[in-house]
């Protein structure tokens, strides 16, 4: 069996590898395993989220605390899960707590720069961050069932591309915000008012959503492949993490997209 990999979260070059060091299972991976894994990470990231909020309140340093750890956790766990395949249950977990821990803290935050500004979001930004991330990932699974996206690989390579361009552009931003400056356009401080500024960051935040979203084909084709290959059921927690992965990207281009808006046309108190 071999099974290209599509997805560079997943693996490097192939997905070969990664199966064939994973547990030694009679059972094959199935679409309801994989899909059951992943909805079991999303819930201990909200409970982790969720948690987030009175710990971040109480302690306000927990919330970098929370950045600087979800980011090394998760460079950490990509490389992890593409060495050791065999560790992908627990890295998964542990990359879905971190993750739900520091977008809560973020939604969070970005709530209270709301509040702050007097302006009202029915539901809270996490609830309506969340509500897309769902209408996204329908659409994304409704259009790669009915064909009309299906992850081939001219789609592959110029999402790849385009990828790798949006991120350049924000290690630029980072590296620029290191000494003090800022790229304005991509800075959320930035998103009030109707100033071409904060309509052309508006603008990028809504096309970097979009090719989060495209990813999820990719990852459905990913899936797809294993269980049409008959990869062992271990695998599922492999695929698993791709697609969680996936989803915390979209999760936080949401949140970004819900506090422009906000900011740009929210009606204030």
Do not use: H
Request: glycine share 8%; with cysteine; charged share 5%.
């Amino acid at each position: 069996m071999s099974l290209v990999s599509s997805n560079p979260i997943l693996a490097q070059s192939t997905l070969t590898r990664a199966i064939s060091q994973s547990a030694p299972s009679t059972a094959t991976c199935t679409v309801a395993g994989v899909i059951n894994k992943t909805a079991g990470c999303v819930m201990l990231a909200a409970i982790s989220g969720a948690i987030a909020v009175p710990v971040t309140t109480n302690f306000p340093a927990a919330l970098w605390i929370a950045f600087i750890v979800s980011f090394a956790v998760s460079i950490a766990a990509i490389f992890l899960v593409r060495k050791s395949p065999r560790m992908a249950a627990s890295i998964t977990v542990l990359y879905s707590v971190a993750q739900g821990f520091m977008l809560g803290a973020l939604g969070m935050l970005l709530q209270g720069i709301l509040e702050t500004n007097k302006i009202s979001v029915p539901g809270g930004i996490a609830l309506q961050a969340f509500v897309i991330v769902i209408a996204l990932m329908l659409a994304m699974l409704t259009l790669f069932r009915m064909g009309i996206l299906r992850g081939g690989a001219m789609f592959q390579s110029v999402l790849k591309v385009v990828t790798l361009g949006i991120f350049f552009i924000f290690l630029i931003a980072i590296v620029v915000s290191l000494f003090g400056g800022s790229i304005g356009v991509l800075a959320l401080p930035t998103a009030t008012g109707t100033s071409n500024m904060a309509l052309i960051g508006l603008g990028i935040n809504a096309v970097v959503l979009i090719v989060a979203a495209l990813w999820l084909i990719i990852d459905f084709r990913q899936v797809q492949d294993a269980v049409e290959a008959g990869a062992p059921a271990s695998a599922e927690w492999y695929l698993a993490f791709g697609l969680v992965v996936t989803l915390a990207w979209i999760y936080l281009e949401a949140l970004k997209l819900v506090f422009r808006l906000a900011m740009m046309f929210g009606n204030r108190k």
